[in-house]
């Protein structure tokens, strides 16, 4: 397993931007599958967006498609979820996971229980 820390959280304006970051910690995102997920108040947690440390594949979530940017910086163990066009449906805590890469983007990110480290969640908060 991994340790991962997120950061990035804050509160922004409706139309505004926050990128968020997920560190491994102690180790290297090697043949991996990272994704984000959020949880809003009263809802289950959700699958965001994905992406593949080994050949950078993504999958976003309808909700977020053109508004999301998820990327992998594998010099800084980091991945980074750029969040332009904030609406305040996007409010929720934010969580980074990963998994070793069994499966495709796609068939990793529609299964939780694909991801076997979890971090501890940062808040995003959008409103005005």
């Known amino acids: 397993q991994l340790q991962l820390v997120e950061s990035g959280g804050g509160l922004v304006q409706p139309g505004g931007s926050l990128r968020l970051s997920c560190t491994a910690s102690d180790s290297r995102f090697e043949h991996q599958v990272i994704g984000w997920f959020r949880q809003a108040p009263g809802k289950q947690r959700e699958r965001v967006s994905c992406?593949?440390?080994?050949?950078?594949?993504?999958y976003y979530t309808d909700a977020v498609k053109g508004r999301f940017t998820i990327s992998n910086d594998n010099a800084k163990n980091t991945v980074y979820l750029q969040m332009n066009s904030l609406v305040p449906e996007d409010t929720a805590v934010y969580y980074c996971a990963s998994g070793p890469q069994i499966n495709t983007v796609l068939a990793m990110c529609n299964r939780r229980a694909s991801f076997t480290s979890w971090g501890q969640g940062t808040q995003v908060t959008v409103s005005s």
């Open positions: 992406i593949s440390s080994s050949d950078d594949k993504t």
